[in-house]
């Protein structure tokens, strides 16, 4: 199978608040692209509203601040130029938000009542790629976080370790808001949060087993994610950017990563804010 070699060109942008003259130049970015397999582009986003996350960020996206760099968010996945986006909405959803992308294409005080990085950075994404279509993957199924939390600080290392990540947690919400996406789509991030998902799921009471009994749900509702996108009618010829919570992106990276069907693209060349 013939790979090819796929350069993307440096380019540069201009602050909003910076001397035309002052540019600042983007790394150049190196793939093997494999054209006989479908590219996936798996970007990992803070809720910005409307989030039942145990740990989310809360960010004002009215503010001149923040809406730069949601702009700068936005202006790096435009560069992979998706032909299909997917977000964190259910797929009965998806008629309706390709209705509303018609109408912001022409006017982006349209939106749709989810999430607002649905809004600001799925549409407008999909609005400068020109993306033919928004699909919703999603498929919500509550589990119950807490009992979890509450099995395993009943012992004194689980307790310490649930600590620690909490903190850590804590610390990247603290971060500025191109530092949070840049550190929760790294690897390291991603894969830190599925191994606690997976040691949440080993805690139990004496002969029991409520940890895989309670995390099964969030496995459940990962793998019918993981469905619905599956049923999307792709070509070769497809460019797919996924838009969804870190945790769900980091499920995703291992099932799409061992598909022969599509290629995972490296998210990190798409999160240099610098």
Not at 40 to 59: C, E, K, Q, R
Not at 125 to 153: E, Q, W
Request: proline share 4%; net charge positive; hydrophobic share 35%.
């Amino acid at each position: 199978m013939k790979l090819f070699l796929f350069s993307i060109v440096i380019f540069t942008f201009f602050a909003c608040n910076s001397d035309p003259k002052e540019h600042q130049e983007k790394t150049i970015i190196t793939e093997n692209i494999n054209p006989n397999k479908i590219q996936v582009l798996n970007f990992g986003s803070i809720h910005l509203s409307g989030s039942t996350d145990a740990h989310s960020s809360i960010t004002d996206i009215s503010n001149p601040k923040v809406k730069l760099e949601i702009k700068k968010i936005v202006d790096r996945l435009v560069h992979f130029k998706p032909t299909v986006i997917c977000v964190e909405i259910p797929p009965k959803s998806t008629k309706f938000i390709n209705e509303t992308y018609q109408k912001y294409k022409i006017n982006q005080n349209n939106k749709i009542n989810y999430s607002e990085e649905v809004n600001v950075i799925g549409l407008e994404v999909a609005r400068l790629s020109g993306t033919k279509k928004i699909y919703g993957i999603d498929n919500p199924i509550g589990f119950n976080y807490p009992a979890l939390i509450n099995l395993a600080n009943g012992k004194v290392s689980d307790s310490l370790y649930v600590e620690s990540i909490m903190k850590n947690y804590e610390k990247v919400n603290k971060k500025p808001l191109l530092e949070q996406f840049f550190e929760i789509n790294t690897k390291e991030y991603k894969m830190e949060t599925y191994n606690f998902y997976n040691f949440l799921g080993t805690m139990h009471s004496p002969n029991n087993f409520e940890g895989a009994d309670i995390i099964s749900e969030f496995y459940k509702r990962n793998l019918r994610m993981y469905t619905n996108f599956s049923d999307i009618p792709l070509t070769k010829k497809d460019r797919v950017l996924i838009i969804m919570g870190v945790t769900h992106t980091a499920y995703f990276d291992i099932f799409i990563e061992n598909n022969p069907k599509y290629q995972l693209r490296n998210i990190t060349n798409y999160t240099d804010y610098k």
